[in-house]
């Protein structure tokens, strides 16, 4: 039996100085791979966008021509019958002028959306993640 003199039994749980070094490493190495993969994730996100904002644009270029040479000679010709053949042909070109500038001005959202083209969320992580690591090592 123990005395009531004798001290507790002592158990050895601290770790080196080396271990936690290892395991800060080894921590922080995960947490690197961890935001890249956030970064590449942001920015096959932002890249669908400017695809599909380039998209939108194309597709005004194409409306726009396509629509000249479909639309407007059919329309202007249906005009023709209640106005002059001028005023016609400007009322159409007019209107497929807007069509036109509507789609490029929903491109361009599309565009703006997708910019600036850096992986924003993944800088602001890899950010918070140093100044953390740099309060806990002051601690």
Do not use: Y
């Not at 158990?11 to 995960?30: H, P, R, W």
């Not at 942001?42 to 380039?54: H, N, S, T």
């Amino acid at each position: 039996m123990s005395s009531s003199t004798d001290p507790p039994p002592r158990v050895e749980i601290e770790e080196t100085v080396g271990d936690l070094v290892k395991q800060a490493s080894a921590q922080f190495s995960q947490l690197m791979r961890e935001e890249l993969r956030l970064a590449q994730a942001e920015m096959r996100q932002k890249g669908k966008r400017f695809g599909i904002g380039g998209g939108l644009f194309g597709g005004a270029g194409a409306v726009g021509f396509v629509a000249f040479q479909a639309l407007a000679v059919t329309a202007i010709v249906v005009l023709d019958l209640i106005w002059p053949l001028w005023a016609a042909a400007l009322t159409v070109t007019v209107l497929l002028a807007a069509l036109a500038g509507v789609l490029a001005l929903m491109g361009r959202k599309q565009i703006g959306r997708a910019t600036p083209p850096t992986p924003e969320q993944a800088i602001a992580g890899v950010k918070a993640d140093a100044a953390e690591i740099k309060e806990r090592a002051h601690r």
